[in-house]
Nanobody, 115 residues
């Protein structure tokens, strides 16, 4: 049974930082590309950051220079360090594991940035 469990969300003031973590089980973690997506009310889910099984990263333009994704294959975890947060970063953040065309999702964690 695949499980992706996110943690670290919460309420923070603009300019602050949060660190999200996702613990994975039931998958061969090292073979999966891992990503963070977010969905704000009334908007489509969008990719925030992704790190491939080989360690390559890519980011949405809106978060480049502010967010950093990392993975620890020994601990089966992927993290998202979010700095200089803005109110427009407010959303539910979802962890994603992808291998070939198969996707698994976490339940999401709320991030709220107050102005």
């Amino acid at each position: 049974q695949v499980q992706l469990v996110e943690s670290g969300g919460g309420l923070v003031q603009a300019g602050g930082s949060l660190r999200l973590s996702c613990a994975a089980s039931g998958i061969i973690f090292s073979l999966n590309d891992m990503g963070w997506y977010r969905q704000a009310p009334g908007k489509q889910r969008e990719l925030v950051a992704r790190i491939t099984s080989g360690g390559n990263t890519n980011y949405a333009d809106s978060v480049k220079g502010r967010f950093t994704i990392s993975r620890d294959n020994a601990k089966n975890t992927v993290s998202l360090q979010m700095d200089s947060l803005k109110p427009e970063d407010t959303a539910v953040y979802y962890c994603n594991a992808r291998m070939f065309s198969h996707n698994n999702w976490g339940q999401g964690t709320q991030v709220t940035v107050s102005s």
